[in-house]
Nanobody, 117 residues
Framework: QVHLVESGGGLVQAGGSLRLSCAASGMVSSINAMGWYRQAPGKQRELVATITSDGTTNYGDSVRGRFAISRDNAKNTVWLQMNSLKPDDTAVYYC???????????WGQGTQVTVSS
C-alpha cells in the first residue's frame, strides 16, 4: 500500500503564489509518476501536472506557464509551485501516484486552495 500526505494549501489573493507538497510512503516503486489533479465544486477532476521518475513533465492547458512541478526521488516527494493564481484555480488539489504495469493509482486526502479576487 502507498500513503500520500499533502500540505501547503490555503487562501491567497489573485496574483499570489502557493506551494503544495506531497510525500509518499509505503510500497513506492522506483519507477512511477507523481502529480496533482484538482476538482472544483460541480466540476470533474482534472489534470494539473504530473512528473515521472525520470523527470518528464505534463501540464494541464489552464496552468501551463504558471505552475511548475518538481520532485525528489530519494524522498518520494513532489512539489507544485503555483504562481499568478486566479480565482478559477480554486479547487481541492489531490496528489496522485501511479505505478505498476497495470497502473495502480493512489490518492492523497486533498488540500483546499482558494484564490480570492
Amino acid at each position: 500500500q502507498v500513503h500520500l500526505v499533502e500540505s501547503g494549501g490555503g487562501l491567497v489573493q489573485a496574483g499570489g503564489s502557493l506551494r503544495l507538497s506531497c510525500a509518499a510512503s509505503g510500497m513506492v516503486s522506483s519507477i512511477n509518476a507523481m502529480g496533482w489533479y484538482r476538482q472544483a465544486p460541480g466540476k470533474q477532476r482534472e489534470l494539473v501536472a504530473t512528473i515521472t521518475s525520470d523527470g518528464t513533465t505534463n501540464y494541464g492547458d489552464s496552468v501551463r506557464g504558471r505552475f511548475a512541478i518538481s520532485r525528489d526521488n530519494a524522498k518520494n516527494t513532489v512539489w507544485l509551485q503555483m504562481n499568478s493564481l486566479k480565482p478559477d484555480d480554486t479547487a481541492v488539489y489531490y496528489c496522485n501516484l501511479a505505478q505498476g504495469i497495470s497502473r495502480n493509482d493512489y490518492w492523497g486526502q486533498g488540500t483546499q486552495v482558494t484564490v480570492s479576487s
